[in-house]
Nanobody
Framework: QLQLAESGGGLVQPGGSLRLSCVASGFTLDYFAIAWFRQAPGKEREEVSC????????TSADSVKGRFTISRDNDKNSAYLEMHSLKPSDTAVYYC????????????????????WGQGTQVTVSS
Protein backbone atom coordinates (compact mmCIF):
# COMPACT_ATOMS: atom_id res chain seq x y z
CA GLN A 1 0.00 0.00 0.00
CA LEU A 2 1.39 3.38 -1.04
CA GLN A 3 1.33 5.82 1.85
CA LEU A 4 2.77 9.09 3.08
CA ALA A 5 2.81 9.81 6.78
CA GLU A 6 3.50 13.21 8.32
CA SER A 7 4.64 13.86 11.86
CA GLY A 8 6.09 16.68 13.93
CA GLY A 9 3.14 19.01 14.23
CA GLY A 10 2.00 20.49 17.51
CA LEU A 11 1.35 23.64 19.51
CA VAL A 12 4.08 26.26 19.46
CA GLN A 13 4.32 29.86 20.58
CA PRO A 14 4.76 32.67 18.07
CA GLY A 15 8.40 32.91 17.08
CA GLY A 16 8.96 29.23 17.74
CA SER A 17 10.10 26.44 15.47
CA LEU A 18 8.92 23.03 14.34
CA ARG A 19 10.26 20.36 12.03
CA LEU A 20 7.76 18.33 10.05
CA SER A 21 8.66 14.94 8.62
CA CYS A 22 7.08 12.95 5.82
CA VAL A 23 7.91 9.29 5.35
CA ALA A 24 6.84 7.19 2.38
CA SER A 25 6.00 3.51 2.56
CA GLY A 26 5.14 1.09 -0.21
CA PHE A 27 7.04 3.09 -2.84
CA THR A 28 10.25 5.02 -3.27
CA LEU A 29 10.24 8.80 -3.35
CA ASP A 30 13.36 8.97 -5.53
CA TYR A 31 11.53 9.94 -8.72
CA PHE A 32 8.84 12.10 -7.17
CA ALA A 33 8.74 15.82 -6.58
CA ILE A 34 7.56 16.51 -3.04
CA ALA A 35 5.52 19.40 -1.75
CA TRP A 36 4.18 20.59 1.54
CA PHE A 37 0.68 22.07 1.47
CA ARG A 38 -1.34 23.58 4.27
CA GLN A 39 -5.00 24.23 4.83
CA ALA A 40 -6.42 26.53 7.46
CA PRO A 41 -10.09 26.40 8.48
CA GLY A 42 -12.28 28.01 5.85
CA LYS A 43 -9.40 28.46 3.42
CA GLU A 44 -8.23 26.65 0.32
CA ARG A 45 -5.30 24.28 0.43
CA GLU A 46 -2.15 26.14 -0.57
CA GLU A 47 1.29 24.94 -1.55
CA VAL A 48 3.90 26.05 0.97
CA SER A 49 7.05 24.64 -0.55
CA CYS A 50 8.16 22.16 -3.19
CA UNK A 51 11.37 20.25 -3.88
CA UNK A 52 12.40 18.53 -7.09
CA UNK A 53 13.03 14.79 -7.31
CA UNK A 54 16.80 15.24 -7.16
CA UNK A 55 16.59 17.87 -4.44
CA UNK A 56 18.34 20.41 -6.63
CA UNK A 57 15.47 22.86 -6.92
CA UNK A 58 13.07 24.25 -4.34
CA THR A 59 10.32 26.81 -4.38
CA SER A 60 8.46 28.45 -1.52
CA ALA A 61 5.42 30.63 -1.12
CA ASP A 62 6.17 34.29 -0.47
CA SER A 63 4.47 34.03 2.91
CA VAL A 64 7.10 31.56 4.18
CA LYS A 65 10.26 32.56 2.33
CA GLY A 66 13.17 33.01 4.69
CA ARG A 67 11.33 31.13 7.45
CA PHE A 68 10.59 27.66 6.07
CA THR A 69 13.02 25.24 4.42
CA ILE A 70 12.09 22.11 2.54
CA SER A 71 14.52 19.23 2.21
CA ARG A 72 14.56 15.54 1.41
CA ASP A 73 16.61 12.45 2.16
CA ASN A 74 15.99 9.84 -0.50
CA ASP A 75 18.03 7.27 1.43
CA LYS A 76 15.46 7.58 4.21
CA ASN A 77 12.54 7.88 1.78
CA SER A 78 11.64 11.07 3.59
CA ALA A 79 11.06 14.77 3.22
CA TYR A 80 11.09 17.54 5.79
CA LEU A 81 9.83 21.05 6.42
CA GLU A 82 11.83 23.18 8.86
CA MET A 83 9.68 26.03 10.12
CA HIS A 84 11.09 28.98 12.05
CA SER A 85 9.73 32.31 13.27
CA LEU A 86 6.27 30.82 13.27
CA LYS A 87 3.29 33.14 13.22
CA PRO A 88 -0.34 32.59 14.20
CA SER A 89 -1.15 32.84 10.47
CA ASP A 90 0.88 29.64 9.94
CA THR A 91 -1.73 27.69 11.89
CA ALA A 92 -3.11 24.97 9.62
CA VAL A 93 -3.09 21.28 8.86
CA TYR A 94 0.09 20.53 6.93
CA TYR A 95 0.18 17.83 4.27
CA CYS A 96 3.00 16.32 2.29
CA UNK A 97 2.30 15.22 -1.25
CA UNK A 98 4.20 13.36 -3.98
CA UNK A 99 4.14 14.32 -7.67
CA UNK A 100 5.18 11.55 -10.10
CA UNK A 101 6.78 12.29 -13.47
CA UNK A 102 6.06 13.83 -15.88
CA UNK A 103 5.99 16.98 -13.82
CA UNK A 104 4.22 19.19 -16.33
CA UNK A 105 0.75 17.63 -16.20
CA UNK A 106 -0.57 20.60 -14.23
CA UNK A 107 0.73 24.08 -13.35
CA UNK A 108 3.09 24.58 -10.44
CA UNK A 109 1.22 24.69 -7.15
CA UNK A 110 -1.83 22.87 -8.49
CA UNK A 111 -2.85 20.13 -6.00
CA UNK A 112 -3.87 17.94 -8.94
CA UNK A 113 -0.16 17.38 -9.65
CA UNK A 114 0.13 15.26 -6.57
CA UNK A 115 -1.06 11.67 -6.71
CA UNK A 116 -0.17 10.74 -3.15
CA TRP A 117 -1.07 12.59 0.03
CA GLY A 118 -0.47 12.11 3.71
CA GLN A 119 -3.18 12.39 6.34
CA GLY A 120 -1.91 15.74 7.60
CA THR A 121 -0.44 17.03 10.83
CA GLN A 122 -1.85 19.95 12.81
CA VAL A 123 0.35 22.97 13.46
CA THR A 124 -1.03 25.53 15.88
CA VAL A 125 0.84 28.74 16.60
CA SER A 126 -0.59 30.47 19.64
CA SER A 127 0.47 32.07 22.88
Amino acid sequence: QLQLAESGGGLVQPGGSLRLSCVASGFTLDYFAIAWFRQAPGKEREEVSCISADGGSTTSADSVKGRFTISRDNDKNSAYLEMHSLKPSDTAVYYCAADPPPFDRYPAGDPRKYDYWGQGTQVTVSS
